[in-house]
């Protein structure tokens, strides 16, 4: 075992900090993880621990979230700055002035958005469970406004039949995945089986056999009888698969489709952050209550 991955086991012991990662860090920040999981999993997994200390490597939204749902937990970022880009094409102002001009509107935000914008929401959802939301909890509302992604609220309205009022935010490696990238990838491996996050734009979504959340594709995968994917979602994924499912064969629509974001939490980073107690996510009083239940929503209709 390497010095920082001892480093770091120590430390995590002495503090009974739990560390949590998104599925897209990279392989060795995954593999110090104590849980390695999807948007949804890992608010889950931080509102179940017992631990006081929760280092969360994976980007700005996902540790307010933890924050959250556990606001007298230390929840640190081990990088200040990896933050989420579709997450900051909406802020809360905007959010609330599209509220005034639907003001019969339920709203309903990804979580991909920052804590001010969950707080000025109705409910939350991933990409795990906006299907779900949507068709259940939502099924009398007449009108929602979805925010901020437009392709995941496209998708939700085709698996749905219901119109949004859709902010126009995107995640910028899922629209860089094309068209040309699936038919190419297919070309090359006319056997496997095309799965796409539903971040992607809809002339992706069109070639896919499966749109999965990230954990929805690892839990697919190890249950599926095929052994090759094309994988539509950023690179990081590929670790777990790869571990979980040795003998299965996996490629990547576009080796391009990477979160700068998401690989800025490193071992050396994660060992300060241990280290110095840094970065800690601090939220406003008065936002807590409002953002958590428009999380607690999308935990109990989940
Ligand atoms: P998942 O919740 O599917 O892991 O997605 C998070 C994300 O940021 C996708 O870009
Ligand atoms: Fe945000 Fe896209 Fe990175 Fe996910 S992959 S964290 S949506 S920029």
């Known amino acids: 075992m390497d010095n920082l991955k001892r480093d770091i086991l120590k430390l995590k012991q002495e503090k009974k900090a739990l560390i949590l990662a998104h599925n897209y860090q990279l392989p060795e920040v995954q593999d110090v993880a104590d849980f390695v999981g999807d948007s949804l999993g890992l608010s889950i997994a931080a509102s179940q621990t017992e631990a006081k200390i929760i280092v969360f490597c994976g980007v700005f939204f996902m540790a307010e979230t933890a924050k959250i749902l556990s606001p007298q937990k230390v929840v640190l970022l081990p990088d200040k700055e990896a933050g989420c880009p579709?997450?900051?094409m909406i802020t809360a102002p905007q959010l609330r002035e599209l509220k005034r001009l639907h003001p019969q509107a339920v709203s309903l935000c990804y979580v991909n958005t920052s804590a001010a914008v969950k707080a000025e929401c109705d409910y939350c959802c991933t990409s795990a469970n906006a299907v779900k939301i949507v068709?259940?909890?939502l099924k009398s509302v007449a009108e929602i406004i979805f925010v901020p992604d437009q392709h995941l609220a496209r998708y939700v309205a085709s698996q749905?039949?219901?119109d949004f009022i859709i902010w126009p935010?995107?995640?910028?490696?899922?629209?860089d995945i094309t068209p040309e990238h699936i038919e190419e990838a297919k070309k090359h491996y006319p056997q496997a089986l095309v799965l796409v996050h539903p971040e992607c734009c809809q002339e992706v979504i069109a070639l896919a056999d499966h749109v999965l959340s990230t954990e929805g594709m690892c839990q697919y995968?190890?249950?599926?009888?095929v052994s090759t994917f094309i994988v539509g979602t950023e690179v990081g994924i590929l670790h777990r698969l790869k571990k979980e499912n040795p003998a299965k064969h996996f490629y990547p629509v576009s080796e391009n489709a990477v979160c700068a974001d998401m690989k800025k939490i490193t071992l050396e980073k994660i060992v300060l952050s241990l280290e110095r107690m840094e970065y800690q996510i601090e939220l406003p009083e008065e936002i807590i209550p409002k953002a958590q239940k428009s999380i607690r929503r999308m935990l109990q209709s989940t």
């Open 86 to 88: 579709m997450a900051d």
């Open 135 to 137: 068709g259940e909890s």
């Open 160 to 162: 749905t039949g219901r």
């Open 169 to 175: 935010g995107y995640c910028p490696v899922h629209v």
């Open 221 to 225: 995968v190890k249950n599926s009888p």
